[in-house]
């Protein structure tokens, strides 16, 4: 529960500081705590103790594939993978709705990338077919079937219907 805390944390820092640090990109405060919250996602104390692969980043393969940051990536990805476990496995759903009620909902998340963000929210907007699909979902389970440990195991089918979603 620590862990959760601190990462619902950092998230609702997130969705409160990122739109003032890109309408405002001299704030230094903003863009402070947005170094702040990253050097706290990326410090492995929100993961330590977990035995589970970064599935989320394990999935974004765009970034290294086409002309994108991964942050862009993370955020066409995201909601769809959301969307996708959730449809797959009812077990999500506890962790989904503490995320919806402390944080934000799937489409509430949606929302923030593409109005306040305004960013694409979809591959189809950077002009990207799925015709790199079949090797990203290679890549992505690093080379075997599927991602075991993850927080909920990925097959490279279920990760080919991921970048589906996201077109």
Not at 49 to 60: D, M, P, S
Request: a negative charge; glycine letters at 2%; hydrophobic letters at 40%.
């Amino acid at each position: 529960p620590f862990q959760f805390n601190v990462v619902e944390t950092l998230l609702r820092t997130v969705r409160q500081q990122l739109p003032i640090a890109v309408e405002e990109p001299e704030n230094y405060s903003a863009r402070a705590t947005m170094l702040w919250a990253a050097s706290w996602a990326l410090n492995s104390f929100c993961t330590s103790g977990y035995k589970t692969q970064a599935q989320l980043h394990a999935l974004e393969q765009f970034s290294s594939t086409y002309d994108m940051t991964h942050g862009l990536a993370l955020a066409i990805i995201t909601p769809k993978w959301m969307t996708y476990l959730l449809n797959k496995d009812e077990t999500v759903a506890r962790d989904f709705a503490r995320f919806g009620l402390n944080v934000m909902g799937i489409e509430a998340l949606q929302n923030f990338i593409k109005d306040e963000l305004h960013l694409p929210t979809t591959l189809s907007e950077m002009n990207i077919t799925d015709e790199k699909f079949d090797e990203l979902k290679v890549k992505a389970c690093y080379g075997q079937d599927s991602l075991p440990r993850a927080y909920r195991p990925l097959s490279q089918e279920d990760c080919l219907n991921i970048y589906k979603m996201c077109l």
